[in-house]
């Protein structure tokens, strides 16, 4: 069996595209309770341009997932970021090719910022459960969130 490889490289806006069109379940059931009715190529637009690092994952010329790091401010200085990923549907028959990747680009990550947060839909068990195996708090009292209030988990890691 030959062994998966992934491929980083930053996101283009076509890798954007590709992703929305492509979104894992959960992702897409995750960005339609934060984003409501906003038009979701509108938002991965955004988000990318937002990103101070953003990242694709590739593997065979295959999409599996981008994802990135918005900086928030903070009144008590240090620096935080808000991470983000969504996958595609590509990505369930390939995850554990990724979890050595993300494990390196989370290093990467805290090199850059003291404060990682964000919230992540409470239904998005398989994101719950990769993000507390990357080392992340998820906190586990939910919040309502996003034009809809649905229960969101905050979660986070400080350096």
């Known amino acids: 069996m030959a062994r998966l490889t992934v491929e980083i490289r930053t996101p283009t806006s076509a ?7 492509h979104l894992r379940a959960a992702d897409r059931d995750e960005m339609l ?8 190529y509108a938002a991965i637009d955004w988000i990318l341009g937002a990103s101070s690092h953003a990242w694709a994952a590739v593997s065979n010329d295959t999409l599996l997932m981008v994802g990135g790091l918005v900086p928030i401010s903070t009144l008590l200085g240090g ?16 995850k554990g090719a990724l979890m050595k990747v993300a494990v390196r680009y989370l290093g990467v990550m805290r090199g850059h910022y ?4 964000n919230y992540v839909d409470a239904r998005n068990t398989t994101s719950i459960r990769w993000l507390k195996r990357l080392g992340f708090t ?3 009292q939910t919040e309502p969130f996003g034009p ?12």
Request: glycine letters at 6%; hydrophobic letters at 35%.
């Open 114 to 117: 003291d404060h990682l947060t």
């Open 79 to 94: 620096s935080a970021a808000q991470p983000w990923m969504m996958g595609t549907t590509h990505l369930e028959a390939r």
């Open 148 to 159: 809809y209030r649905m229960p969101f988990h905050h979660f986070e890691m400080t350096s």
């Open 138 to 140: 998820v906190h586990p």
């Open 33 to 40: 309770a934060t984003l409501g009715d906003a038009d979701p």
């Open 15 to 21: 890798d954007g595209r590709y992703l929305i069109e």
